[in-house]
């Protein structure tokens, strides 16, 4: 399965605490969320597959530095993988450290159908603050608008928006970035000013609450291909509309 042809599924919350059981919760969202799916292997460090009998004792065993190790299906010809990490105070939002949860899974029509709801699933099952799933060659396009370049400052492909690195973000509810499929908690949706009934009446559309008060937004139909102007296009008009995401308002 080529890089291409995957869904990167992202979340931001809180860093962990203790034997913090939100290290299952994303597992086991990922696999309430698809069906037959279950996360029981590891990879070794000689990059073999190693069966994890049980797998939610050895997570919460293996917790260390704030995230959990990369587990997945041991399926190689359909692999779906999921690991977390914390990241520093020193580096995060308004001096936050953070848990984050990183998935990557084939972009198939069975992951497509599901795809709201495994982002749901583990970013509520987190308590993230916010979170995004994209197609992997939107995601390359996307992570430009932050990478610095040998000259400074970002330099974004095809003229999206400049935005501010991650310690850059003033607290950690603000989204740093926009993707296909947008989680959003409560505080997240309030910080950016969503749903406003006049001017998100077409997100709205493509919206859904979720059980703690935030939203799953969908940008387009389809999943987000920066190759169609019309995606591009719905693209840039949210940016447009919420100028608080990446730290770009003047607040």
């Not at 990183?102 to 709201?116: E, F, G, M, N, S």
């Not at 850059?168 to 908690?185: D, F, Q, V």
């Not at 309030?190 to 077409?202: L, M, T």
């Amino acid at each position: 399965m080529t890089p291409q042809n995957r869904l990167v599924l992202t979340v931001y919350a809180p860093a962990l605490v203790g034997d913090d059981k939100r290290t299952l919760a994303a597992v086991h969202g990922m696999e309430k969320a698809l069906p037959g799916l279950r996360l029981e292997w590891r990879v070794t460090g000689g990059r073999r597959l190693a069966a994890l009998p049980d797998r939610d004792s050895w997570l919460v065993e293996k917790m260390k530095d704030g995230g959990f190790p990369l587990v997945c299906n041991g399926d190689e010809s359909y692999p779906v993988t999921v690991m977390g990490r914390g990241s520093s105070g020193l580096f995060g939002p308004g001096g936050q450290a953070l848990f984050e949860v990183h998935a990557k899974l084939p972009l198939d029509a069975t992951v497509i159908a599901a795809a709201a709801e495994l982002l749901e699933r583990v970013a509520e099952g987190t308590r993230a603050f916010w979170g995004r799933a994209t197609p992997h060659d939107a995601a390359v396009d996307i992570a430009y608008q932050t990478a610095p370049t040998l000259e400074g400052p970002p330099s974004p492909r095809r003229g999206l928006p400049a935005l501010k690195v991650f310690e850059h973000i003033r607290s950690p509810e603000i989204p740093y970035y926009l993707g296909w499929l947008n989680y959003w908690s409560a505080a997240a949706a309030q910080v950016i000013g969503f749903p406003d009934s006049a001017r998100d009446a077409e997100l709205l559309t493509r919206a859904r609450r979720t059980a703690s008060g935030g939203w799953v937004v969908q940008l387009t139909d389809a999943p987000l291909d920066l190759d169609n102007p019309a995606h591009l296009d719905a693209l840039l008009r949210a940016y447009e509309r919420f100028p608080e995401i990446g730290g770009r308002s003047a607040r």
